[in-house]
């Protein structure tokens, strides 16, 4: 049975394909997309890179032309969280107390910040376009600034602000930045280019606590080694967790989660999921999954990983600092990931055998 | 009518692009898209846009010439 009247909750680029793909997809009932934030559906991508460097303004990073919506009648109800989930009675109740039933609920509420499980007094954290914009007001040349954790986005709001002239500290849990995602040779790589680009790197840095500055101006970090490093403001960039309070407690019949709240992690997997999850609503067969695809501009760097490289066994590296590649391999050989740095023209070859690997 | 407009300073040679609307988008030498034809009627080009993890991308419906 098709559903009449679809709800998804969560406007991030999962919960919007979700939408537009019930409509590519001939569906002609009822469509609401809830989103949280005030702001139609947009690139979260860009908010640590092109929108933090200045380069691309909020209305350059929206998804989708804003007459888009309407001319697909789907109904956009912006900066109204959904509070709760009547599973019995079928509706989602809205912060401004509004039921909305639904036939088909889509749950596309996407991930949140991480937080340090220290108090953390001042410090930014980057998820919206609202803290982008809070903390793209503090990078002011010439002031100082400190990212706690070494990810891709730390790194890439490392590289921003150093660009822009600020002088920027980084610290990492790790032995070197992302070692963890794409392993210790490539992490060598990357410690060296942040010295390179001036930015002062902890590595095997733990934070035992963050104390307002002197004067209550500023942040200071406190290590376990005892060592202080005070900054003017400091953005707290630890990876995120799934939004997951309006999950059913057990599968329901006609609720589906899609993107990160359901583990997607990447652009490419969200996007899939979506439009899987709206060939399901109608009960169509799903495409197949691509393979797991993130970029990132960092550091003088195009980074590219395609593949998933926890699974490898072996990383061959090969290259130059600033152009080079990494290929991830299980024991038996097969290619599972692949990372290229500033090698756009290798990306589609890789993707199309990663895909058929898959 | 649909009009393609690809920035390529947003293209990262991701290439779904071409498998989606191989008619109406190439990979350059540098390994990145350009369009093939402005304009086109070919709905896949849709797809294209869509594909693109870069927001790269953008298609616009205007009117036959």
């Known amino acids: 049975m098709k559903p009449r009247r679809v709800v998804v909750v969560g406007a991030g680029l999962a919960g919007a394909r979700v939408a537009e793909t019930l409509r590519a997809r001939g569906f002609d009932g009822d469509v609401v997309l809830l989103g949280a934030e005030p702001v139609a559906p947009y690139e979260r991508p860009a908010l640590s890179k092109e929108y933090l460097a200045g380069t691309r303004r909020a209305s350059q990073l929206a998804l989708r032309p804003p007459g888009f919506w309407p001319s697909r009648a789907i109904e956009l109800r912006l900066g109204e969280p959904v509070v709760g989930v009547d599973y019995g009675r079928r509706v989602v109740v809205t912060c401004r ?27 930014h954290s980057l998820r919206t376009l609202a803290d982008a914009a809070a903390l793209r007001r503090e990078l002011a040349p010439g002031r100082r600034l400190l990212l706690i954790g070494g990810g891709f986005v730390g790194a890439e709001v490392a590289s921003t602000a150093s660009a822009l002239g600020l002088e920027v500290a980084v610290l990492e849990a790790g032995p070197a930045p992302l070692a963890r995602q794409l392993g210790d040779q490539v992490g060598t790589v990357l410690a060296a280019r942040y010295r390179e680009h001036g930015i002062e790197l902890h590595t095997n840095a733990s934070v035992r606590s963050i104390e307002r500055g002197p004067t ?115 024991s038996d050989g097969r290619l599972v990931a692949a990372l290229l740095a500033n090698r756009p023209d290798e990306v589609a070859g890789l993707r199309r055998e990663l895909a058929f690997a898959a | 009518m649909f009009k393609i407009v690809i920035d390529r300073s947003l293209c990262s040679g991701f290439g779904a692009c071409i498998d989606a609307a191989p008619l109406a988008i190439e990979l350059d030498d540098e390994g990145l898209a350009r369009v093939v034809v402005r304009e086109t009627d070919d709905e896949a080009v849709l797809d294209a846009a869509s594909a693109c993890p870069m927001g790269a991308i953008e298609v616009r419906e205007v009117e036959a010439a």
Request: proline share 10%; charged share 20%.
């Open chain 1, 216 to 330: 209550s101006k500023g942040v200071v970090a406190v290590l376990g080694d005892g060592r202080r490093v005070p900054a003017d403001t400091a953005l707290v960039a630890v990876g995120v967790e799934p939004e997951r309070t309006l999950l059913p407690p057990c599968p329901v019949q006609a609720v589906y989660a899609c993107g990160d709240v359901a583990g997607a992690g990447h652009w490419t997997s969200a996007a899939h999921d979506a439009v899987a999850v709206a060939h399901r609503i109608l009960g169509l067969e799903p495409p197949p999954a691509p393979p797991p695809y993130v970029w990132s501009d960092q550091l003088g760097l195009r980074l590219q990983l395609v593949g998933a490289p926890g699974d490898a066994a072996d990383v061959e590296l090969e290259g130059s600092e600033g152009s080079f590649a990494a290929r991830y391999r299980r």
């Open chain 1, 97 to 123: 107390g509004a039921e909305l039933a639904w036939d088909a609920l889509v749950l596309a509420t996407g991930a949140r910040a991480r937080r340090l499980p220290i108090d953390a007094p001042g410090a």
